[in-house]
């Protein structure tokens, strides 16, 4: 696993960890990652009970799966119109929340998901720039799963 990819301050605070040294999937597995980059002080966090394990399988195994992000876009309206300017960046405000985060997006301070940058295209693309769309930086990041294994 490439460990420069993982951070313990992603980790959702119900996030379960596993902590079961017998388990045959540890290595291989997000859950057993996320124990292992605690910080040294946790004492108390949602956790997978041995009782998860049978015959050498766990129903909340997850295989570790970095995704694709992308970190500001600070450039990205230096060819726009500036008729579609405020209308193009009204739509960014609205899908971010609020200019607040839309400003800590373009700055690069939260990464953005494969979805979140193939909406931005769409936008763009609406707009009639069909051009590459380009963001600051690249990165990969682990993701925390939710719902279908967690109970």
Known sequence: MENQLFKY???????????????PLKEQCQRWLAYSYAPKGTTIHSCVT???LDKGKCRYYVKPEPIRVAYGFGDLFRQVRRDDY??????????FGSSTYYYRYRRGEYPLTPKQQSWMRQLFSRYGYNDNI?????GNLYTFPVGRSEE
Do not use: G, Q
């Not at 405020?86 to 899908?95: Q, T, V």
């Not at 380009?134 to 690249?138: A, I, P, V």
């Open 86 to 95: 405020h209308a193009m960046k009204d739509e960014l405000i609205d899908y």
């Open 9 to 23: 301050s992603e980790v959702p605070a119900d996030w379960a960890l596993c902590f079961l040294d017998e388990c």
């Open 50 to 52: 041995p009782h998860a």
């Open 134 to 138: 380009e963001f600051n930086k690249f």
